[in-house]
Each structure stands twice: as C-alpha cells, then as structure tokens.
C-alpha cells in the first residue's frame, strides 16, 4: 500500500491569537445582530473559542447606552439560543458587550468612534486585531469603510494591527454594480482585510462535503460523466416573505437572493477538483474554474432559467396568502420567488452532465441537498413484477443517488438496489442513511459560530474571493436582465407545492423528475 500525499491541516482550534481582538458591528440595531451574531457570539464564549476580555461594541446611529444594549441583547439571547442562558454564563457575556453610537452615512466622522473603541480596547487589554461586521444596510459598505480610512483606522500590510471586515450580502445587485462596489473597496481595503460571508458555506454539512469527497477514495473516481446521469442541488424553503423582509426581497428575488451565492457555492464544492492543498485560496481557485465553466449549451435563456412566483393556496387545509398578497410588495410584481436552473460544466470531468438547480419559496418542505443521480446499470437483468393484489408493477434495478442533505436532519444517503429477502430475485431499494446526529450526537453548530470565529483567525478558506464573486454575476446577470427588461411574468405555482410544471420541461422527456423529499422521508431515521 502506498502513503498518500499529506498536505495536513491543523484540525484543533487554536484560539491563541484571539486574546488580542476586539469586535466591532456596524447596524448594532438590526435583526441580524440580534438574531443571529450574537447568538453565535454567545455559543463561541459558551465553547470556550472566545476568550473573556474580547469586546464586542455594538455600533448604531440610535442613541443607546451600555446597559440598553446589554438589555437588547439578552432578550435577544433568551429567544435565540435553545434552552436558553444561565445567569453566569451572561454576567460573563454581558461584561464584553459595549455599545458606541455613530453615525455610518456619508461623510460620517468616526474619530469619536475610533476614540470610544480604544479606549474600550485599553480596558479589555486587547489592540492587535479589529474584526468589523457590516450588518447594516448595503448602501452603507462604501461610506463606512471611507470613514474608517478618514480616520486612521485602515492599518497598512506593515501595520502590527490587523483590521477585517465581513461584508453581509447583497454584495452589487448585478455584475455592474458588484463590480463598482469592488472597485471601491479596493481602493482602501486589501483582499485579505475582506471578507464576502455567503453563509451556506459555515453550515456543517456544506464543509462536509470536501472532506468527503477528499477523505474517502471510493466515491471520488465516481464523480464524473462516466457514472453520473445529472446532479440536482435544491435550496427550498416552506416560508414565505418573512415580516419585514417584503421591500427587500421585492427588489431582489430567488435568483439574487439564494441562487447567486448559496446554490452557486454548492454547485462549485460538489464540481469542483480536489484542491492541490486545503487552503484559503487552492480551494477558491479550483471554485472558481467551475464558475468559468459553466454553460447553457447555446440556448436562448427561457429554455435553461425559469421564474415562479407562489400564489394563493392552501397549505393543511389554512389558507396560505399569495406572494402578491404579502406585506410590502407591489401589487403586480413580477418579482421571482422561484428559479429553476439547468447548467452545464464544460470541462473534462463533467461534459454533457446537467445539473439542475432550484430554489424559492413558499416550497412543501424546508430542505437543502445535493442529489447526485447516477447512471442506469447497463442491463435489466433482475427486473422482477411485484404484485399487491390485482395490481402488478414492473420493477428493475434504480440508478443509484447519492445524497448530501444539508437541512434539515444533516445526513448523507446512498440509496442502492438489494434484493428482497424470499424464494426469488426480487429487486428492492433501499437506502443507507448516515446521520449527523446519530454519529456525533446534539445539535451542529450555527453557520455564523463556526464563520465569526475564522474571520477572528484570519482564515477566508470558507468566504467567497472577489473573483469568485464576479464571475457568479457575469452568469445570473443576463438572466436578471432577461427578466426585468421584458418584464416576463414568473410561472405560477401554489403555495405548499414544489413549484411551477414549467420547471419540469428543464429535465426533458429523458425520466428524469424532480426529487420531492417527503416529510416523512426527511425525518426517518433509518
Ligand atoms: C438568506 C436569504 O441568505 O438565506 C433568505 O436572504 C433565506 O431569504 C436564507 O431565507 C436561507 O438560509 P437558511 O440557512 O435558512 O437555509
């Protein structure tokens, strides 16, 4: 047997450095902080990958103290983290919570700021690192990081200090816009001081699934034209337009929304090469070579891309309201709630595979995964016919899937053909199913646990590099323009169903159909 080729990766969590950083977000105020980063910051502490004297500073424009702050974020606490806090656990968390009123729009001074946080970061005993998180609104990226370089904050390549700054999406609306804002920022910021968060890829199952492909030699050989009929990767949501989120996501939509960052990073980690080594940028880019490949055979848009917008329904016998009758939206929106996809890879490995991806809202089930449907065996030779009573169906060999669930019940299933115990060769699926839970037992961590803490360590491998960014734009961009400049009204589908029959012309008249995972089936263990 011979050794393999090691390129090691470090696999404790080495949280020396972090003694020294101090945590700054920007919109303090916001649903994000409350919902999600502070949780996350919280669990960080609770796993001890926080040290106790690193601050966290809330910055907001609304005038705020201290103590209402720590009040806003203890309530936040108390409905966010499962089984709630103890009271030691937040007198230790409430004791780094700090809070600095600033305004962030244009022509914002931050030397009050920069003032404020010094000082905090004396008390603390901490100085060499500044992680910021811009949880604000978009239109506050470019004159936030200008005032941060107004007032000194921006420390050079030479600098002893380290600044990053983790930008939230939307991050451009388009290709254009995407490229200005890059543009932009990089006339004060270094690429290593930026950090695009695109949260998929902090969900455990999503980091899964390199180190599966990579760390098992059976499936790997398998990945390619050879032996894979197509690839599907959903993204499905049962919500609808959560309270508040209309005007956003009116603007925006499944494609901008879901479809350009998280399912084309799918997309990228389950097609891509294995990288020459597991690092920051070996691994983006092999991503980015897939996001140069991709192809749509030529065809004109509306063959490949189709849009949907859920209307009125009923989902278990209650009324469900249409996207039109959500809070916040235009009445006669043509605003997709739904986009299903079929793209081609136009490289060695993956020639002529298709691989169909689909997204939205307002689905039956919340589920995200990755199928890889593999192909027919070559020849029936164990179609048996199952009889129960007078009905008789013909059944033979099912090609083969392999499946990354990445939510809910994290699992990883291969389903295979078997045969049916009893005095013949009947044919039978079944599936291995692998769960995360019962492997390793309790709850996965957040996404944003396990993204804060590698921004407070400097390592980008799990965000998205500028490139990378740039070439998803240059394919959803044409399609987005496509929509809007022809005002092309999304395909209708019912609230609760899996979205418009339109979408199922994109797999063709080849057998192929959506995969339509049951409740049922999401939530048996075995
Ligand atoms: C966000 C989108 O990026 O991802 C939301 O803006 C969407 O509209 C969410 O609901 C889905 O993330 P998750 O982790 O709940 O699958």
Redesign the pocket.
């Known amino acids: 047997m011979s050794n393999p080729v090691t390129s090691p990766v470090v696999t404790g969590v080495s949280t020396s450095g972090l003694k020294d950083s101090a945590i700054m977000i920007f919109g303090a105020s916001g649903d994000l902080t409350a919902r999600k980063l502070i949780p996350a910051l919280f669990m960080l502490q609770k796993k001890e990958f926080l040290p106790p004297n690193v601050p966290i500073i809330g910055v907001a424009r609304r005038e705020k103290t201290d103590d209402s702050f720590r009040a806003e974020m203890k309530i936040a606490l108390s409905k966010n983290i499962k089984g709630g806090i103890t009271e030691a656990e937040w007198e230790t968390f409430s004791k780094r919570l700090f809070y600095v009123a600033s305004n962030l729009e244009e022509g914002a001074d931050f030397g009050p700021l920069r003032d404020s946080v010094e000082k905090i970061e004396r008390q603390q005993g901490v100085g060499v690192t500044r992680v910021i998180y811009m949880a604000t609104d978009p239109k506050l990226f470019l004159s936030a990081v200008d005032a941060l370089g107004k007032a000194d904050m921006i420390p050079s390549a030479e600098s002893p200090r380290k600044l990053r700054i983790v930008f939230e999406?939307p991050f451009g609306r388009d290709l254009n816009s995407s490229r200005l804002l890059s543009q932009s920022l990089s006339k004060q910021l270094r690429e290593d001081q930026i950090y695009r968060i695109d949260?998929y890829l902090g969900k455990e199952t999503v980091q899964n699934i390199l180190l599966f492909r990579c760390g098992n030699s059976i499936f790997e050989p398998l990945l390619n034209r050879n032996h894979v009929d197509h690839v599907q990767i959903t993204?499905a949501?049962s919500q609808g337009i959560e309270a508040g989120r209309g005007g956003y996501y009116d603007k925006s939509g499944a494609l901008r929304?879901?479809l350009q960052n998280?399912v084309l990073q799918l997309l990228c980690l389950i097609a891509m090469e294995p990288p020459a080594r597991f690092e920051a940028d070996a691994i983006r880019d092999e991503k980015l070579k897939v996001l140069k490949a991709f192809s749509t055979g030529g065809r004109p848009i509306s063959e490949w891309a189709i849009p949907g917008q859920y209307v009125a329904s009923e989902i278990n016998g209650k009324p469900a309201p249409g996207y039109l009758q959500e809070e916040r939206i235009a009445p006669d929106s043509n605003r997709e709630t739904y986009v299903a996809m079929k793209v081609l890879i136009d490289n060695w490995r993956w020639a002529g595979v298709p691989f169909y991806l689909r997204t939205g809202k307002r689905f039956p089930e919340r589920v995200?995964e990755i199928a890889i449907q593999f192909k027919h065996p070559p020849m029936h030779l164990f179609s048996t016919v199952e009889c129960e009573g007078d009905m008789c169906q013909f059944v033979s060999a099912q090609s083969n899937s392999l499946v990354f669930r990445i939510?809910p019940n994290e699992a990883i299933l291969l389903s295979v053909s078997t045969k049916r115990p009893g005095m013949q060769y009947q044919i039978h699926p079944v599936t291995m199913n692998f769960q995360f839970e019962d492997a390793f037992g309790g709850e996965l961590p957040e996404?944003y646990e396990r993204l804060l803490l590698d921004v407070l360590r400097g390592d980008s491998t799990l965000f998205t590099r500028s490139d990378e960014l740039e070439e998803a734009w240059k394919f959803v961009t044409p399609v987005l323009e496509y929509w809007e400049s022809q005002t092309i009204r999304p395909e209708p589908y019912a609230a609760g169903s899996w979205g418009p029959d339109k979408a199922d012309q994109l797999l063709g008249s080849t057998g192929r159909s959506w995969r339509k995972p049951t409740s049922a089936e999401m939530h048996k263990k075995h």
């Open positions: 999406k949260h993204v949501e929304d879901v998280h995200s939510q996404a």
